[in-house]
């Protein structure tokens, strides 16, 4: 079968039927595993070939200087995967954070700013964004005061109409351009590292559905992130670029190598951590993972890191939309609700695996797999139906992440900083909110992420008991 298809003649010889791409001996079928030691063995092969070819010229610069091209191949693949996956993840995050906006409303002078460079200049008064003037809602353009409750419902309506056109876009990309856009890509990735072939995974194709689709999902405002996702993009860029130089077209064990760079790239954009991504890379995706490879991967990860940072797709010159900042130092006794939160954070993470094994076993065997579009439909509308009532998971998750994460300043007047109860049960009501229909929402037919669900969820948490902590001490 695939590579031992032959055709019996009468003289006891065979021929071969295949087609050519199938009788190159360095092709793979797919979901064939590859043979590290075969491919090592071309790979040292066409160097020699590489040092005998110039040998026999008596030229000894043109010698070094071919033997030098060949070395440096991989810093200039390395470099170029690295370049893309910047500019596709700044292409991705100010994608995200316009059509997220859409769902309130629209700036008047540019439609396409989003809220927060349409309404920079009123940033440092009180309330600035709420009362921008050049940032309108959904309700004025039917005239109707947005404070009002006929404001409200229409605001609410519009915000649950978008989620679900947003969702069914991206369920339709995946499901009529690229089926292995769903999902974050990482098992599938670890799978391809460890020597496994999935053609289609890594296409041109799929890159473009992925980044499209990867906009319209987590702009819809389902529980999902787009940071584990973006390992699956630097994967296809590196699939992209590999196609430059025999040396990786044709060789899956070296190809493998630059998938290991790929997705430190991928994590370094993420979370704006270049070494995190090498780690990453290192120890939770990678096979085969050479001491070479180690640095190609840093500098992958560095140059992608670089060009997001040029590219400041935030508008505030930082690599991600939200950072933790502590100026204050904390005490011994704060290890007792440091250590709830642990316990807390490790029974839901169980719940959580648990749970989402069983609802995705439910789909694949049940009616919902012949309906995947129809079901992210119900799951946004859900989603956004319960989001809208709650401010702390309204907006952009990264948004809300970071202001859960931030300290507050004298003076400032946003509920988190002048809390009671009512933001308690506001948090716990979001945090448990996120936790059930995360379970529903992972594992569908969308491109979906779980670091920034599994962030929010947290946060919430962790936000509710200290303001709890706090309110307590108060009294």
Wanted: glycine share 8%; with cysteine.
């Amino acid at each position: 079968e695939g590579m031992e298809e032959r055709v019996l003649v009468d003289d006891d010889s065979t021929i071969d039927v295949r087609p050519p791409l199938l009788q190159d001996p360095a092709y793979y079928d797919d979901f064939d595993t590859i043979d590290w030691l075969r491919d090592s063995t071309r790979d040292r092969k066409l160097r020699s070939k590489v040092d005998r070819q110039n040998a026999s010229k008596h030229v000894r610069i043109m010698r070094k200087l071919s033997q030098a091209f060949y070395a440096v191949q991989a810093w200039i693949i390395v470099a170029l995967i690295g370049l893309l996956t910047g500019l596709l993840a700044a292409a991705i995050d100010v994608g995200v954070d316009w059509f997220t906006d859409i769902r309130f409303g629209w700036c008047k002078a540019n439609f396409w700013q989003s809220s927060q460079v349409c309404c920079r200049e009123f940033a440092d008064e009180e309330d600035g964004e709420q009362f921008c003037p050049k940032y309108q809602q959904w309700s004025q353009l039917f005239g109707v005061d947005a404070v009002s409750k006929g404001g409200y419902a229409l605001n609410y309506f519009f915000y649950i109409l978008i989620s679900i056109i947003f969702a069914s876009m991206a369920a339709l990309f995946v499901k009529a351009f690229a089926r292995w856009a769903a999902g974050s890509g990482i098992p599938e990735t670890k799978t391809i590292l460890g020597g496994f072939v999935i053609r289609g995974f890594a296409s041109p194709n799929t890159l473009l559905v992925k980044c499209i689709g990867l906009i319209f999902s987590v702009s819809s405002g389902l529980n999902l992130g787009k940071e584990g996702p973006l390992v699956h993009v630097g994967v296809c860029c590196a699939e992209l670029f590999s196609k430059l130089f025999s040396k990786y077209r044709l060789n899956e064990a070296k190809k493998r190598e630059l998938f290991s760079a790929a997705a430190a790239a991928g994590v370094s954009v993420a979370f704006g951590a270049p070494i995190g991504g090498v780690l990453f890379s290192l120890e939770e995706v990678s096979y085969y993972f050479p001491h070479k490879t180690l640095w190609r991967s840093f500098f992958c990860a560095a140059v992608a890191a670089v060009t997001l940072m040029y590219m400041n797709p935030f508008h505030t010159g930082k690599l991600v939309i939200f950072q933790v900042q502590y100026t204050h130092t904390w005490v011994t006794i704060e290890l007792i609700p440091f250590l709830l939160l642990a316990i807390i954070g490790g029974l839901i993470g169980s719940f959580f695996i648990k749970l989402n094994i069983k609802m995705c076993h439910y789909r694949k065997t049940s009616w919902l797999q012949k309906y995947p579009i129809q079901e992210v439909m119900f799951i946004a509308a859900l989603t956004s139906l319960i989001s809208y009532l709650n401010p702390y998971m309204r907006g952009n998750s990264g948004e809300i992440i970071g202001s859960l994460f931030d300290e507050c300043d004298p003076g400032e007047k946003t509920l988190l900083c002048n809390p009671d109860y009512k933001v308690v049960l506001w948090l716990l009501m979001g945090g448990v909110m996120r936790f059930t229909l995360t379970i529903f929402t992972f594992g569908t037919k969308v491109p979906a992420g779980l670091f920034i669900p599994s962030l929010a969820i947290g946060a919430s948490f962790g936000r509710a008991l200290g303001i709890g902590f706090q309110l307590e001490n108060s009294t």
